[in-house]
């Protein structure tokens, strides 16, 4: 109601405005302009459906589109928050599978530097050259005068 008040009160002032326009045909009467004919035909519905017109805006439509637009933003802030959450899930594994990656490759190049170690050791360092084999029979007397002694 209150938003149609202002539509009717513009309407009545053009009527008015174009009361104090009229024309002068060439037979020196005063005629009205057409389209004042027109914004009298305007007003003169108006006045009479003015009563019929059924208000706007009720109370229980603002609630509802109200209750709407809250529901909906929810529904947005739910999708930002469900965004949110995606994104960090993706970057927490990216960035785990980027350390997993450095731990494997740190310890591949651990074990190759090892094993290098250890070729470089048998490399230069041979065990029975180092160490040689001492066989029993070294130490024994030869054949030619062990064969006289006696066991007993």
Do not use: W
């Not at 009160?9 to 004919?37: K, M, S, Y």
């Not at 509802?64 to 909906?72: C, R």
């Not at 960035?95 to 651990?110: G, S, V």
């Amino acid at each position: 109601m209150k938003a149609v008040a202002p539509c009717v009160a513009a309407i009545l002032f053009l009527a008015a405005e174009a009361r104090r326009h009229e024309v002068r045909t060439f037979d020196g009467q005063q005629r009205a302009a057409p389209e004042n004919d027109l914004a009298e035909e305007m007003t003169h519905d108006l006045e009479m459906n003015f009563n019929k017109i059924a208000p706007f805006g009720k109370e229980d439509t603002a609630k509802e589109l109200q209750d709407h637009a809250a529901k909906t933003q929810d529904t947005l802030v739910d999708a930002v928050e469900n965004a949110e959450v995606a994104e960090i899930k993706r970057a927490v594994f990216r960035a785990l599978t980027r350390l997993r990656a450095a731990t494997i490759k740190e310890f591949d190049t651990i074990a190759r530097l090892e094993t290098q170690a250890i070729d470089a050791y048998n490399d230069a360092h041979h065990y029975r050259a180092e160490n040689p084999l001492a066989h029993l029979h070294e130490d024994e007397a030869p054949v030619e005068t062990d064969k006289l002694k006696s066991f007993h």
